[in-house]
């Protein structure tokens, strides 16, 4: 699900109204200072960082969107470029792999920390990951993810980080599609592991992932596997990762679900639920049209249940091989585009 989610230390608690207008936010001014590279290439404003008391994460200045807007501005696609930078001043997480885990986890925490932001990051290398879909892979077995597991963490160390813990595993098991009893037993140790190995480190926050509010419908029948999984010691959950569920729906789903599991609270993935999920139709959860940005991240969400709005899921990034898209996660610029230009900048912040 690095491309897909199917219909199917906490955070600064500082609230208030979340009415900002995504124009409003979406200035790439902020605290830190400009990238040499950045301010040569001609390329017009740099990426900045977001302040602090808005959102706390690191703002990437050479993530894919990023460079496509440079890249795009030097060959006087202005349009394009200005459209990219949506999503370029913007946190994102990283998702990591099988691939260098402690190297890829020191590299975004060190960036992180050096540009006084935290780093927001994406464990998702658990076996049989995707259910063998457009996601597949993850560990050999379980001592694989548990050596694994120990690199991520060694990699993070005592920087700050807030990890959300293997998009789709939890659901994956309770609808269904990976629950085999003994692979069922052995996901929710491997989560539970991840969760304690992740809460030794002084700074880390830790959110399970639990799906979203289309797919298991019901938030008891997340509540065992929740508590079977560690929510107990993890900091909260996480909702609507790589989907389109509009914000309402997934706070409201969200405060019935944190009532089952001890009041934790939770954060929600608002990436490119802007204009909600598209009805009707095959693998509506995949590269579907129509889609637009949704509420920049922030922990200024004005519900104290619910500790950021996030972007998990990197826009722009595919959902796997449908609708003409690349593999999954891979970067599709004209994808980006659609995401962006259907967004409406005087009123960013959609419920």
């Known amino acids: 699900m690095y491309g897909s989610a199917r219909s199917r ?11 900002s207008t995504l124009a409003g936010v979406l200035l790439l001014a902020g605290c830190s200072a400009p990238d040499a590279r950045d301010a040569q290439d001609g390329a017009g404003p740099e990426v900045r960082q977001r302040p602090r008391s808005v959102v706390p994460y ?15 501005a030097q060959d006087g696609e202005s349009a394009r470029a200005r459209e990219l930078r949506k999503i370029a001043g913007q946190p994102v997480a990283d998702w990591l792999g099988p691939a260098d885990p402690r190297g890829h986890a020191a590299r975004v925490t060190g960036a992180a920390t050096a540009a006084d932001r935290e780093a927001l990051l994406v464990l998702y290398n658990v076996p049989h990951r995707d259910c063998g879909q457009y996601s597949k892979g993850g ?3 379980a001592a694989a993810y548990r050596a694994w597991l120990d690199e991520v963490a060694e990699g993070i160390g005592s920087r700050a980080a807030t990890v959300i813990v293997e998009p789709d595993a939890l659901a994956h098991t309770v609808s269904g599609a ?15 592991d991840a969760v304690t190995r992740l809460k030794r480190l002084p700074r880390t926050t830790v959110y399970l992932d639990a799906g ?11 509540a065992g596997p929740l508590t079977r999984a560690g929510i107990e010691k993890a900091d909260g959950f996480a909702l609507n990762v790589s989907n389109f569920q509009t914000t309402a729906s997934n706070v409201a789903h969200g405060k ?28 509506s959860w995949c ?18 249940l619910v500790d950021a709005y996030l972007w998990i899921k990197r826009p722009g990034e595919s959902d ?6 690349p593999k999954a996660g891979t970067w599709w610029p004209e994808y980006a585009l659609e995401l962006a230009r259907n967004t409406d900048e005087q009123d960013g912040h959609r419920s």
């Open 9 to 19: 230390a906490p955070l600064a608690r500082a609230r208030g109204a979340a009415g």
């Open 178 to 192: 990976c629950a085999a009893p003994k692979l069922r037993a052995e996901r929710y140790r491997l989560l539970a």
């Open 139 to 141: 560990a050999e077995n």
């Open 287 to 304: 590269n579907p049209p129509g889609r637009a940005l949704g509420e920049p991240p922030t922990t200024r969400t004005g519900h104290d």
């Open 320 to 325: 796997g091989e449908c609708r003409g898209g």
């Open 58 to 72: 690191w703002v990437d200045p050479r993530g894919n969107a990023a460079r496509q807007a440079r890249s795009d």
């Open 256 to 283: 019935r679900l944190s009532a089952k599991v001890g009041g934790k609270h939770f954060v929600v993935d608002t990436s490119r639920n802007g204009n909600g999920p598209l009805r009707g139709g095959e693998e």
């Open 212 to 222: 979203n509010p289309d797919w298991v419908r019901d938030p008891g029948a997340l």
